[in-house]
């Protein structure tokens, strides 16, 4: 049997690391897709420490940045060739307004646009065979917002950090399951589905000021309080390896944790936000992606 491979974005920590630990012991070709190659070389130290026969490959992409996302696709093209899963899983959470060199607001460009891009790009070099699929990382966030595909780039109004958030993880559910039906009109056997993880103990919060644990008063006492009660990363990666491996799985399900408000438990299917399901805005969203980020594929699908 060839050797399957997979690809994870932000798999140096977190649910990416714990995805990528997963697949290496199971035998798969891990390529480890990271912006910050320090903690990304650690981290595949860490795995071939674990399962010294591990089949990993570190490379650098930053998926907010889309010339980074295009030389990695190259490269990847060059050095593997091709590939069975892609695991969208890199992403921040509630940042102040900033913006990457192409004027993108950096949620949006983080949580959407490099997985938007780096799925076309990928595309072409599946293996068209079952059980190949892109496993896009949601947030329990995308339920509380709001699609406002004129006001993406949040230049009409001012910005809300979180607002940008959800919206980022709304916009990435309605790619998901556009992605899906537009490659089940194509006849291809590529499936597209999400997962979120709910709550998770990872360092995301590094890069949030929202986030951080340096808050004091009420913001202390709840993070203290609730720490030791939110599951670990390996935990909450559950669902997004289900997604990624599970045999009765089906394109365009999402999966998360099924315990109380999908917060923490054992995988099972996720509640959608019903603006995801709105096929007039999934079109639009689409042709307004390809325009940002300059990359088109399954265009003519409807």
């Known amino acids: 049997m060839s050797t399957k491979t997979i690809v994870v974005t932000g798999a140096n920590a977190g649910i990416g690391f714990e995805v990528s630990r997963h697949f290496a012991q199971r035998g798969f070709r891990v390529v480890m897709a990271c912006r910050n190659m320090e903690k990304a070389l650690k981290a595949q130290q860490d795995i071939i420490a674990a399962y010294p026969e591990a089949d990993t490959l570190v490379m650098q992409l930053d998926v907010s940045n889309l010339d980074s996302v295009r030389r990695f696709a190259e490269a990847l093209a060059a050095q593997v060739g091709s590939l069975d899963i892609l695991v969208n899983n890199a992403g921040i959470v509630a940042i102040p307004l900033e913006r990457n060199s192409d004027g993108h607001e950096m949620q949006l460009a983080t949580n959407y646009l490099g997985a938007f891009?780096?799925?076309?790009?990928?595309?072409?070099?599946?293996?068209n065979k079952a059980g190949c699929r892109i496993v896009n990382v949601g947030s329990l966030a995308h339920r509380l917002g709001k699609l406002d595909v004129e006001n993406l780039n949040w230049q009409a109004w001012e910005y809300d950090q979180w607002k940008a958030y959800a919206q980022s993880k709304l916009a990435m559910m309605s790619h998901t399951l556009e992605l899906n039906r537009r490659l089940s009109e194509n006849g291809s056997p590529i499936i597209a589905l999400a997962a979120h993880p709910g709550f998770a103990n990872t360092n995301i919060h590094q890069n949030?000021?929202?986030?951080?644990?340096?808050?004091k008063g009420l913001s202390?006492?709840?993070?203290?309080?609730?720490e030791r009660h939110i599951p670990s990363a390996q935990s909450a990666s559950r669902p997004i390896i289900l997604a990624a491996e599970g045999s009765d799985v089906s394109g365009g399900e999402y999966y998360g944790p099924g315990g109380f408000l999908e917060i923490g438990g054992k995988p099972a299917r996720a509640t959608i936000?019903?603006?995801?399901r709105n096929a007039e805005t999934a079109t639009v969203l689409w042709q307004a992606s390809e325009q940002l980020t300059g990359v088109s594929y399954?265009?003519?699908a409807r």
């Open 117 to 127: 891009s780096l799925t076309g790009l990928l595309l072409p070099m599946f293996n």
């Open 208 to 215: 949030s000021p929202a986030l951080s644990k340096e808050r």
């Open 220 to 226: 202390k006492w709840i993070h203290g309080t609730l």
């Open 273 to 276: 936000n019903k603006a995801a």
């Open 298 to 300: 399954l265009s003519d």
